[in-house]
């Protein structure tokens, strides 16, 4: 019993200089229950709250950090595993991938408009360097042939010279000029894509393409027919 009583008075004493439950603990063996029923009524001055408020925001933004490191690690091993998976890739299969690219970003005909040409469209610039490898070594389109567009919001204007030189690096200087095309910003909108990373969205062209547009709609019938979703 005195024991416990010298606990309990030691505990109040160390409370009452502004330190927190865990503190105390490390001076003094026992529960944070008993630590509760004996503490409860122990007011702190304002600087000691303030330091206690602290310091828990501290614990928080360790723990943060050590879960967010954890994080990265096994995203980035998940990722080196699975690029690991691809190996090598055949020209068939760089054929079939530039077919799906154009499937989900081309431009299609449509009943409305049979006559319609190759276009491509995306912002991102793996795809961009993907998609232009299979025109040139797949599809045996000529550099003469494509007309390269940029798509991008006017509020950019300030910041054009680097997206030129953005692009530039992306496409190897390949194409003389980039024909630009400012969208205006609706004042309703809300656009997220509007930093310094934001970059617009590259258009290309393909000139007398209706046939070889033709030619990719029969192919990506071919596909769905041949994995027996139709």
Request: aromatic share 10%.
């Amino acid at each position: 019993m005195i024991a416990k009583t010298y606990e309990r008075e030691k505990a109040i004493e160390l409370r009452k200089q502004g330190l927190s439950y865990n503190e105390i603990r490390q001076q003094v063996v026992v529960s944070k229950s008993s630590l509760a029923a004996w503490l409860h009524a122990i007011g702190l001055a304002k600087h000691q709250r303030q330091r206690l408020t602290e310091k828990k925001k501290l614990s928080l933004q360790r723990g943060w950090k050590a879960w967010h490191d954890v994080r990265i690690n096994k995203t980035s091993t998940l990722i080196r595993e699975a690029k690991n998976e691809i190996g090598s890739i055949s020209s068939r299969e760089l054929w079939l991938l530039g077919v799906m690219l154009y499937w989900a970003e081309g431009s299609k005909q449509k009943p409305h408009n049979v006559s319609q040409g190759l276009i491509f469209s995306n912002g991102d610039p793996l795809m961009i360097k993907l998609f232009l490898r299979w025109l040139r070594e797949i599809i045996r389109v000529k550099d003469a042939e494509m007309v390269i567009e940029l798509y991008i919001h006017e509020s950019c204007k300030p910041r054009i010279s680097a997206v030129y030189q953005y692009w530039n690096d992306v496409l190897k200087n390949k194409f003389a000029s980039i024909r630009t095309y400012y969208k205006r910003n609706k004042i309703r909108s809300i656009r997220r894509n509007n930093g310094e990373n934001y970059y617009g969205v590259i258009r290309i062209r393909v000139r007398k393409s209706t046939d070889l547009n033709r030619r990719i709609t029969g192919w990506i019938q071919g596909v769905c027919e041949n994995s027996r979703v139709v």
